[in-house]
């Protein structure tokens, strides 16, 4: 038995460690050193563009939970993080050299993987493969994946933010849709005047984040033309102050209940999940500093105590429509033979795209030695990650990260938020370990 592995990042490491523990001889195909992507520089696996940090470790938050999770599965990529860290307060900081060693000498040294240092170019037909190449994917094996998955590639990431629903102050907004049409599916945040001169004056002066040397490349050739239509919000206010009430927060259609008017702007929220416990504020687009993006949406009455599950994104980002894709265990739906991993799925982060590179590994081990693929329960993070990118009905797909905002309510509700999301992980490693116990193939 047999698989490849395309890429030797967090999320291919981590698939091909997987692979090789259950008796699988893998290759690993990586194109450094014989070919670098814009942004990386150093030609061991596993390197850490961005920051060297994997965020909090504590449970009783998403970056925390996830990496406990990881850690249940016997990951390669927390094992090299805690031989490697560095100082860091409540956070899991590595130096980035010695883990780039460390993942490096693990996989090379595994007597079951067999590293290739060449570019894959084409899709191998016919073979069991884990495609984990990143949002950085070089151009020829992009046009592969293209060629594969239609009009489902991306080469953009333009995200709105997303606030959990519990946090949104229905006393102020109001669900209508345009006209009385349909359902009532938004959420609205009604504005007067004085409100909307102050949300836009805010907006315009609001500092936005620095672009990698890769994205200004990516943008200075493309130019804002491409992203007309997912525009950052803040580029848009800065054509006029009223051109944004009439774009996303124009008020037509819409009577606000407690006047019976039409409010002066209207600031839209849309279900981001089935459950509607998420919402993505409509056409918010942005590269604003999260910080920034904090302090500025928090001025749109209803969100005054809004809490973000995610802050918008304006950088290059290859990945595909995964829910039109991909299955829950990362294989693509319409080719068994074809899995996929990391950043290229639409799960963003460091412990995301290594956590997707387990499941999906362990998931095409087990298919590989005949046996059930399992599934995994939604009140973990890795589970609500892998439901957010195989869910048919996500319409408008755009990359998540891990969140507390992702997981199913508890049945009590607890009021204080920090216990409420200890008890949120603490119901999430239980179901893992019964799941976990349940299966030879992970013990």
Known sequence: MR?????????????AWQLANAGINVRLFEMKPIKYSPAHKYQGFAELVCSNSLKAERLGSAAGMLKQEMRMFGSLIMQCADMSRVSAGGALAVDRVKFSDTVTEKIKSHELIECVNREVCEIPD??????????????????SIQKMCGEYLYFHDAAAPIVTFDSIDMSKAFLASRYGRGEADYINCPMDKDEYTAFYNALTNAESAELHDFDKEHFARDGFKVYEGCMPIEVLAKRGEDTMRFGPLKPVGLTDPKTGRRPYAAVQLRAENAEKSMYNIVGFQTNLKFPEQKRVFSMIPGLENAEFVRFGVMHRNTFINSPKLLDEHFCMRSNDKIYFAGQITGVEGYTESAASGIFAGLSLAEKLRGREVFSLPDTTMLGSLCRYISSESNADFQPMGSSMGILPPLAQRIRNKQERYEAMAQRGLDDLKRTIDSYSAVR
């Open 3 to 15: 698989a490849n592995v395309i890429g030797a990042g967090l999320a291919g490491c981590e698939a």
């Open 126 to 143: 016919g073979e069991y493969t884990v495609i984990a190449t990143g949002p950085l994917t070089s151009e020829p094996l992009a046009e």
